[in-house]
């Protein structure tokens, strides 16, 4: 490799894009290097083609991966059934680390979700999982963790999500599966995955060791369709050549349907103010049917609006079954979870589990069943209030405070936006019982909770009670987030 000496070495800078830099004064006696290569080597075993789809070799595989390196690895496992079964094999085959800060970590998570939960048992070995149904905090607590040089996290274990927006790499990935969901890794992802391998700067080359066989390399291409589900929002007229037959069918049909249901004015008018979250035609036209042909039973929906949850579950579960599939879970254990979540802000996640005892919902049907309801069930109750009121106006029901609050899962506003930023909603709950921020104050959005908890950052780690050691690392963490970043001058860009 080429050396500069400490001279010469501040003549050279490494940029991807040198067209734009020969009329800037503070970069014209500065020699550029164009970024056209790669900066860590990739050094692929191909284990799969031993392993030849044994189970056993390839759990040995992984051990044996796992037992002679000292550095960060990266699992992907691709499906959430495969992160559950690596994690039971490493709990069941590795010794626990010896790091204060991992037994901080697995009491934290033991007293803050569940004692019993396999990531509870799993960060005392040195390994975590980050996948898209945790609470996104606990996601970047677990990839903090898994950069920190000493006493974190050695392993993680994954699905795609480690490649949606999450910027971290290993010396080590390990492909356990080829699978991507219920689909088979295509090429563009599974570059994506082993491009995580190696760390500019720290180690230049990143060890591939992949235990099932890897996709054929292809070109992307990217191909634009309308899929059935967005039917509902295109204009057949504006994209008659783009749709096929088919699809053109059902469209027609569909805004006859609705115009019969709903009268042309109005179907026309939901249309044009796009109102209705959904594009799937087939659900929109079932919901109205729906209403229209049982209007007097779907007054139930003013229950959600009552102060009291008692009555919640039974209209639920009618909503519910406009979607047959897709809520992991069963029509009346889904109803009651959202029945108990309304007590989210009140109550903690051990406490709501204790009161989902009689449902047997775990720690991970609960962050299902949340995502679930915070999304696709806000989505549907959304639509079913917009046809609600345009087929019976007299009825004069609008739902549209309840499905406020289950979007945020009954959360004060900014607290639930605040765990995307990495403040658990356990933290906010202590800062709030302080009465240093008030969290439920209406007007206080995102932006104003975050200035404010800046502001005040030395009075909340100095005055609020039941902090513990996990805690403070936690709001350390969140604090450097964010930090107001301080411009970099140029003689400081120079060096």
Known sequence: ??????????????????????????????????????????????????????????????????????????????????????????????????????????????????????????????????????????????????????????????????????????????????KNGKLKLNDFTYRNIIGRGGRMFRHFVGNIYILEEPPSPADTQLELTFPDELLADVDDEQYKKELTKEQLAKLLQYKEDMAQLLGQESFDRLRGEGVLISGDTELIAAIALAINSDKKTWRGLATLNASSNEYWAWILRKVIKLVPAGWDATYTKFAEFVRVMSSNWALSIPELLDQLSEQDVTIEEFFKMERNATYKLTALLNDVNVIQMEIVPEHKIDISPFIARLSKAFLPSCVMELEEYGLPRMLAKKIHASGLVDFEDEKLDLHS???????????????????????????????????????????AIAQ
């Open 449 to 491: 909770a975050i200035e404010l908890l800046r502001a005040m950052q030395p009075e909340i780690l100095g005055k609020v009670e039941g902090l513990d050691s996990f805690d403070r690392y936690v709001l350390d963490y969140f604090f450097d987030g964010i930090a107001l970043q301080q411009p970099r001058t140029v003689e």
């Open 1 to 178: 490799m080429m050396k500069l000496g400490a001279k010469a070495a501040q003549k050279y800078y490494l940029a991807p894009n040198i067209s734009d830099l020969n009329d800037n004064p503070f970069t014209k006696d500065m020699l550029f290097l164009r970024l056209d290569f790669n900066t860590v080597f990739l050094e692929k075993h191909e284990l799969y083609k031993d392993i030849n789809k044994d189970a056993q070799k390839k759990n040995d595989a992984l051990l044996q991966i796992l037992g002679k390196q000292e550095t960060k690895s990266l699992i992907y496992a691709g499906t959430y059934s495969n992160v559950d079964s690596v994690a039971t094999l490493l709990i069941e085959n590795t010794e626990k680390e010896h790091s204060e800060l991992l037994s901080a970590f697995s009491a934290w998570l033991a007293t803050n979700y569940h004692p019993n939960w396999k990531l509870t048992a799993l960060v005392k070995r040195g390994v975590g999982f980050h996948t898209g149904q945790l609470h996104r905090s606990l996601s970047q607590i677990q990839v903090r963790l898994f950069e920190e040089e000493k006493g974190g996290l050695q392993t993680l274990v994954s699905t795609s999500s480690i490649i949606e927006g999450v910027n971290t790499s290993a010396e080590n990935v390990i492909v356990w599966s080829n």
